[in-house]
Structure formats: structure tokens, C-alpha cells
């Protein structure tokens, strides 16, 4: 069954044919939510194993600036240790109605520990607990069991969890963006900056 395509609005595809525009950053402040807003998008994390093979998750987007794009995560988890060996990545963001799609490759670099603790403060209560609980043993009990523990823990902590040791995150500096926008009546097309040593080299490609 095909999907049918939403429309992109009037002021996206504006800004994607503005010839001016040399720097991905004012389409991703019209594409992206500002950072204060609670409800985080999810983004498909592409990473490499130790071994040479894909792997790949959905995580929140924390952040994302002038520097980068920001997700913070479980220190012990899979991700991190293929990140350690590999810490080329790729992003993917997809819109509703797939109207949008956002793809960002680039580098990952653990993110400063005051930059982390802010992000840990910013998570809802269930997301702090999520960085207590979510562990092999955990992951081992019987629903019953599990849904009993995390709600006498959750009554314990009212105002919240403390930062895990465990708790870390990463910046991914990008050096390819790609902006993919279809429509109801064009073909699609993507629009894409590329870094350089001097700054940003912008490409309009097929979609």
C-alpha cells in the first residue's frame, strides 16, 4: 500500500529555495522544536559496531545548537561502547505524515559534565527513574515484578531521582545535513549543506 505524502508548509518551502542560505542552521531552527520544549523528537541513531557492522536506535534529541546535536543515554550501554570505537554516527529524524526528513551525519564527542546534569534535570520523573532502573537485572524480572518495583520506587522519590553515575551524553558535531521535503504536487527534493574548512557547501539533489 502506497503512502500518500503531506504537503510542505508554505514558509519551509520558502526557506528551502532561498539561494542565500549558506548554513544549515536557520532551517533547522524552522524545522526543530526549540530546546525548552518538553516534547523531544525522536531521532534514529546510526552507529557502527566494534566489528564493522550497522547497528542502530531511537533516542530523544536533547538539544540542538550552533555546535551540534545533543543525546544523553546510559553510560553502559551498547551505543556507547560502539561510539568509543567508531564515533562517526548518523542521524535521522522523520516528520508525521512523511512530509519531512531530516538526516545528519557527523562526529560524537562525549558532551561537558555540566551540559549532562543539565539534561538529567530537564528529564520528566519517569525518564530519571528510566536512568535508575533500566539495567540487565531489571531486565530480567517478570512484568508483574518489574511494574511492582518501579512503582515503590517511584513513590519513594516524589521530587525526583539524582543523577546516576551512569548518566552520560554526547554532542554530535555534524558535517553532512540533509533536509528531504516532498510534496503533493512536485517531486521531492533534498536540500543539503556540507562542511568544509572554510565553512558550508550547499546542494540541491533529487529526492
Not at 553510560?75 to 564515533?87: C, N, T
Not at 519531512?100 to 555540566?114: D, I, T
Not at 518501579?150 to 558535517?175: I, K, M
Request: include cysteine; charged fraction near 25%.
Amino acid at each position: 500500500m502506497s503512502v500518500e505524502p503531506a504537503g510542505l508548509p508554505d514558509e519551509l518551502a520558502h526557506d528551502q529555495d532561498d539561494p542565500t542560505e549558506t548554513q544549515p542552521w536557520p532551517l533547522l531552527t524552522l524545522w526543530l522544536p526549540t530546546n525548552d520544549d518538553p516534547d523531544r523528537p525522536r531521532m534514529t541513531l546510526s552507529t557502527v559496531t566494534e566489528d564493522g557492522r550497522a547497528d542502530a536506535r531511537t533516542v530523544l534529541l536533547t538539544a540542538c545548537d550552533g555546535s551540534g546535536f545533543s543525546f544523553h543515554t546510559d553510560a553502559a550501554s551498547r551505543k556507547v561502547a560502539q561510539i568509543a570505537a567508531h564515533p562517526d554516527v548518523a542521524l535521522t529524524l522523520l516528520w508525521e505524515g512523511f512530509s519531512r526528513q531530516l538526516v545528519v551525519q557527523g562526529r560524537a564527542e562525549v558532551a561537558p559534565a555540566a551540559e549532562v546534569a543539565a539534561a538529567y534535570r530537564s528529564r520528566s520523573p519517569f525518564l530519571q527513574q528510566l536512568a535508575h532502573e533500566n539495567t540487565p537485572a531489571f531486565a530480567q524480572l517478570s512484568l508483574a515484578r518489574r511494574r511492582e518495583l518501579w512503582a515503590q520506587v517511584a513513590a519513594a522519590h516524589p521530587d525526583g531521582f539524582d543523577q546516576p553515575e551512569s548518566w552520560t551524553g554526547y554532542l554530535v558535531r555534524p558535517t553532512r545535513v540533509t533536509f528531504w521535503a516532498t510534496g503533493v504536487d512536485t517531486a521531492s527534493r533534498r536540500v543539503e549543506f556540507r562542511r568544509t574548512a572554510t565553512g558550508w557547501d550547499r546542494f540541491l539533489l533529487p529526492g
